[in-house]
């Protein structure tokens, strides 16, 4: 697990970088799993909270669900729902593990460490049954050996999975959302539906064991969920130019490039922004390869291929959800977008003979396996609480202290002259 700290709103120049990203722990957790040759690790900077799985490029892997989360208090934790679930432990072979001031700590998963466990309980499922985890900071300074966790963890069996970090350090709003869809049986019998593409809202600020309120269907790809400090939803996804027809990430999709047409030369294609390069005239063997062929074909048959970019992407909204679920499309905000790459797309120009050409197919991919696409890397991002300013309750002319002494609430605990107390300072 590596890390660095944030000091100055940009990462370290580099590499090589001089002092950071840091080692912070090794052997943090092992995926125990993994059947494949090549392992990419995750690396989460400042105070973000990603969620997510490791990510496949190539055909054939098969790998964990390996977690590393960060609260805002800086402890860093790993989870891998492949892993030890109880003590006694290897060497880094638990499913739950911290990092505080660079010593690693094993944790049980247990009911007491994760805190919502009734809700899990209520839909008949154990703590085993785990596939992802978030954390609300505490903020308090744990004592060491830790053997319980120092901040507010939550688990979830949805795909993704994001608890909010407020203000006040005791957890609130998350979303839980699921790829597929996933039927619970009840103790009492009955069933519980998690619908396929729905985000799920969860209040815990009120109750460890809420109703999951149903946001709304999210089509296409979504590689990731956040919430902010306020309980707003944010949802990152993978967008495609030309679209699919059915959508990303369905791999039935095609691309629906525009229409040009069947000619060559053909100005209309190669001007187009996306268009990429073509190939020269080739004729079809005969009992042997394809030869290629100088200047303008003169076969019937005679084909060529053209090559046109897919942009790939990134694109992060915000949505407010309603009390009792759903959401207003009046809310929703672009929040920026990120352009990662692009697939090669190929088509294939068929000389008929005279001035006569056909297209010989439609658009396809270059690379025809989803996996080996670049659409199917999945992005992360992280959602950190931006300092609000509070709220005046008097104005300077009415109060004469800096912190006016007015009991809004009654305090549970009461603060003594001498005592020692931890503030949180909010941002």
């Known amino acids: 697990l590596y890390s660095y700290l944030d000091d100055n709103n940009s990462p370290p120049a580099g590499p090589v970088y001089p002092k950071y990203p840091s ?16 392992q990419y690790g995750k690396t989460c900077a400042d105070g973000c909270i990603p ?6 490029e190539a055909v054939g892997k098969i790998e964990a669900i390996v977690q590393v989360i960060t ?27 911290v990092v505080h001031n660079a010593v690693t700590y094993n944790l049980d998963v247990n009911t007491t460490n994760i805190i919502n466990s009734a809700y899990l309980s209520s839909l008949n499922v ?14 308090l300074t744990p004592l060491t050996p830790i053997t319980v966790a120092p901040d507010n963890l939550y688990g979830s069996i949805a795909d993704k999975f994001v608890i909010q970090d407020s203000w006040w350090g005791n957890g609130g709003t998350a979303f839980e959302y699921f790829a597929g869809e996933k039927v619970i049986t009840l103790s009492s019998g009955g069933t519980k539906t ?5 985000i799920y809202r969860l209040d815990y600020l009120n109750k460890l064991d809420p109703v999951a309120e149903d946001v709304g269907l999210f089509d296409g790809a979504i590689d990731a969920i956040g919430v902010d400090g306020f309980g707003n939803l944010y949802v ?16 039935a999709g095609l691309p629906q490039v525009p229409s040009f047409p069947a000619a060559d030369p053909n100005p209309l294609l190669t001007s187009d922004p996306k268009y990429s390069a073509q ?10 390869p394809d030869t290629p062929i100088i200047g303008s074909p003169l076969q019937s048959g005679d084909y060529k291929k053209f090559f046109y970019m897919q942009s790939v992407k990134k694109v992060c909204r915000k949505y407010t959800p309603s009390a009792g679920g759903g959401y207003s499309l009046s809310t929703v905000e672009e929040r920026g977008a990120v352009d990662t790459e692009f697939d090669m797309l190929v088509r294939t120009l068929r000389f008929d003979g005279g001035t006569s050409y056909s297209w010989l197919n439609d658009w396809g991919y ?39 002494r007015d009991d809004r609430i009654k305090p549970d605990v009461v603060i003594s002259e001498g005592a020692q107390v931890t503030f949180k300072v909010e941002g």
């Open 23 to 38: 080692i912070e722990a090794a052997g943090v957790l092992t995926a125990t799993d993994l059947k494949i040759t090549e």
């Open 51 to 56: 969620g997510g799985a490791l990510n496949p």
């Open 71 to 97: 609260s805002t208090t800086g402890r860093r934790y790993g989870f891998n729902p492949n892993g030890k679930k109880s003590g006694p432990y290897g060497a880094n072979d638990a499913a739950l593990r």
């Open 126 to 139: 154990g703590l085993d049954a785990m596939t992802q985890i978030g954390v609300s900071s505490k903020f």
């Open 194 to 198: 998690f619908l396929a593409k729905h």
């Open 236 to 251: 990152l996804s993978t967008e495609l130019t030309p679209a699919n027809l059915p959508a990303w990430p369905s791999s």
């Open 279 to 288: 190939t020269p005239w080739y004729r079809p063997g005969v009992g042997g």
């Open 366 to 404: 270059v690379y025809p396996s989803v996996l080996e696409r670049k659409a199917s890397v999945e992005g992360e991002f992280a959602v950190v609480n931006i300092a609000q300013r509070p709220e005046v309750y008097h104005p300077p002319a009415e109060c004469s202290y800096s912190i006016c």
